[in-house]
């Protein structure tokens, strides 16, 4: 069958129609945006997914990944506050929030970002000191984070991290300050040691006056002691002679007898004892010494009641001699 001129009319108008379709049919994959122009005019942005576009009056202006990107930050050299020489590396993380403002509002995105992030690093780095920049990165992080994506904020773009991989100070620097860290590390050991010495000397000398101060309170206690027993002595004593006094005041021999003897005995017994004696001669009444003897034990039968019967009277004392007899005494017992 013969192809006419009607048929190819409709042939060709069943070809446009495909052609067409396949125009207006644009699929946006997941992660992108699409942007639609108008005649040169931003309309739209495309979400992923099938959409449909007017051919031959609409276009696609830019396609825009939303999906959160890493920029490698190239080495810098810093100088910092005191004048030191640093290389620092960083690394920024960002993502596209809109796609129209990222495409529309800056030329050459990642550019732009790579460049506005070297400056801020020299910026931040170079505000502060060497040891306040080696101790705190976080710091700098957080400063270089804020400062970018406020600036980038136009552009529809938010910058989710920054962060500063590496900073090398220069090889003399770092002998330096290794010196450094050894004389402080010198230094923390001396002072760990003076202070354990101080300690030690406190603890000796807390413990030496706790043991003054309980030997004085055991002095205190033994002087105590000692007052309080001649205190009893001096009472004792003073009884002792009140009695007697008594005895004698009422006129019995027996008393006197036993004050006279117990002075006699003590007299002897400190004749005997001394140091510079060997050999003492004194002449010495042996019956006036027995007589006293009796009247101590008649005095202790009338104070403790064991001997109720009369005394016997003693025989009367021999004549007295011309001549004292001399007794030979010696303390030694020879």
Known sequence: MPITGPDIVVIALVVLVILVLFAGIKTVPQGYRYTIE???RYTRTLEPGLNLIIPFFERIGAKMNVMEQVLDVPTQEVITKDNASVSADAVAF?????AAEAAYQVANL????LNLTMTNIRSVMGSMDLDELLSNREVINDRLLRV???AVRPWGIKVTRVEIKDIQPPADLVAAM???MKAEREKRAQVL????FRNAQI?????????A????????EAAYREAEARERLAEAEATATRLVSEAIAAGDVNAINYFVAQKYTEAMTAIGTANNSKIVLMPMEATALIGSLGGIGAIAREVFGEDKRPATPRAAPPAPRSTPPISSFNPNGE
């Open 213 to 220: 101060i309980l030997e004085a309170e055991g002095e205190r």
């Open 178 to 180: 290794g010196r450094q």
């Open 193 to 196: 040691e003076a202070e354990g």
């Open 110 to 113: 990642e550019n732009a970002i």
């Open 94 to 98: 960002y993502q596209v929030l809109n």
């Open 38 to 40: 108008r005649f040169g």
């Open 148 to 150: 970018v994506d406020e």
């Open 203 to 211: 603890l000796r000398a807390e413990g030496a006056k706790q043991s």
